[in-house]
């Protein structure tokens, strides 16, 4: 379904891609995992078509979305759902609002209609009755949640999960890691989460994929990348000072 081939892309002199390649199976969950600035956020950009590459392609269900133009691009955007690492609420309206943002903008619903939805969607997320609080009567753990409802609304066929255990505690991050495989069994998408949060990929992911220096040094199921050979991808899962990978 998703295919990132040798993807490259700099920011002046920072070097942040240096030939990506990438397949992530239609109904498959893929989990990257990677250190802070190894280029996570940048290719998860790359895939939904918020950041351009330098070269490479990005191949969304055969169509290069790398040479499209910005209403056709639009429409890929369409197939995809994410939360961001902060949830990213929009403080000024209610959760029912912010879970129907997208429906209001991209289909042009009616309130009664949003807000039937929306209640759904947070019916699945296990936060029923919350539709008129305000992100700010929220806790970190619900507003991730809020923001799952969102990324779902619109029924996507792709969901995006960009760091989704950071900031919460474990008990409410393995909440979070259930739901993520609810989703992807209830509605049958495919799934892909960046994290460094080994506890989390270990649980969510069908195959996980080591991010280093620019490039994908090793993809495995996660039984396979517990026991790799790979002394970059070793020292990372285990928390080494020691290893190839400066600190």
């Known amino acids: 379904m998703i295919r990132v081939i040798d993807l490259y892309k700099s920011f002046n002199s920072k070097k942040v891609l240096q030939g990506v390649d990438l397949e992530v199976k239609k109904g498959e969950s893929m989990v990257v995992i990677g250190g802070s600035g190894s280029g996570k956020s940048v290719l ?119 760091e989704p255990t950071t900031g919460i505690d474990p008990i409410m991050a393995d909440v979070i890691n259930d739901l993520i495989i609810e989703m992807r069994e209830k509605l049958k998408v495919t799934s892909i989460a960046i994290t460094h949060d080994m506890v989390s990929a270990y649980k969510i992911a069908d195959r996980i994929a080591m991010l280093y220096m620019g490039k994908i040094v090793s993809v495995g199921t996660p039984e396979e990348i517990k026991n790799s050979d790979n002394a970059i991808v070793k020292q990372f899962i285990t928390g080494s000072a020691i290893g190839p990978i400066t600190v």
């Open 44 to 162: 998860i950009k790359h895939i939904i078509g918020i950041l351009t590459p330098d070269s490479g392609k990005v191949v969304i269900d055969d169509v290069d979305i790398t040479s499209l133009e910005e209403g056709e691009l639009n429409e890929i955007r369409k197939k995809f759902g994410m939360l961001f690492q902060g949830a990213a609420l929009f403080d000024s309206l209610s959760v029912w609002e912010n879970v129907g943002f997208g429906l209001r903008q991209h289909r042009g619903m009616k309130d009664n209609e949003i807000r039937a939805i929306a209640s759904e969607k947070l019916g699945m997320v296990g936060l029923a009755g919350i539709e008129n609080l305000m992100p700010s009567d929220l806790s970190g753990g619900m507003r991730k949640r809020v923001g799952l409802a969102r990324a779902i609304a619109m029924d996507p066929e792709i969901l995006l999960y960009d």
